[in-house]
């Protein structure tokens, strides 16, 4: 009976630390006004975006227009978390991401807004299928051609953003400081390096604040 109770013990002790992220956080209901799309200008919708069995596919090529005329930025095909801007407080974006081979130098996610720059976080996906925080420090690997669960928590009091795959962390930064934050997904192109095709799909979006 002791043995067992020490067993279990050492389960709940190591369910504990290894909690899903999302635990402690309540979920804001999102909303069809919430999911605003940015595609390059010139171009419909439907050739850049489709939306079939609950699945955001966005794809982008690197000669594309910005997403308004007058824009200097790359092209993008993105979701921007609309409506839901923040400011302080600990907020979190959770989404089951997919990138198919060959995409390359392209931004998947993203915290836009900061003291400092234009943004907080830049997650991007290069050859051979590795994530990295903007174009240097690595984040993972081996994400092409496979659904990942990306959970990003950023504590804008605590000056802190961690970013876990499938519930594990996998890396944790300072953040630029606060401003009119928000998230965004898609594919948006890096200033240099990128593949001439662009892809990212997305599915069961969610945001979630403490």
Known sequence: MKVLMILLLAITIHAAAGGDPTDGFTEVPLKPSNIVLQKPFNVPLDQRYSFIDGVHRMWVYSD??????????????????????????????????????????????????????????????????????????????DLYDTWFRLNIVHDVDGGMVTVFLNGEQKFQHHDEGPGDLYFKCGVYAAPADISHYMESRWKDIKIYRK
Do not use: N
């Open 64 to 141: 594309d227009k910005p997403y308004s005329p007058d824009s200097d930025t790359q092209p993008r095909t993105e979701i921007r978390i609309a409506g839901l801007d923040y400011s302080s407080g600990v907020w979190q974006f959770e989404g089951h991401g997919y990138v198919p081979k060959g995409t390359s130098g392209a931004t998947v996610a993203q915290i836009h807004g900061a003291s400092h720059g234009e943004t907080t976080l830049i997650l991007r996906i290069y050859e051979p299928g590795e994530m990295r925080y903007y174009d240097t420090l690595h984040v993972a690997g």
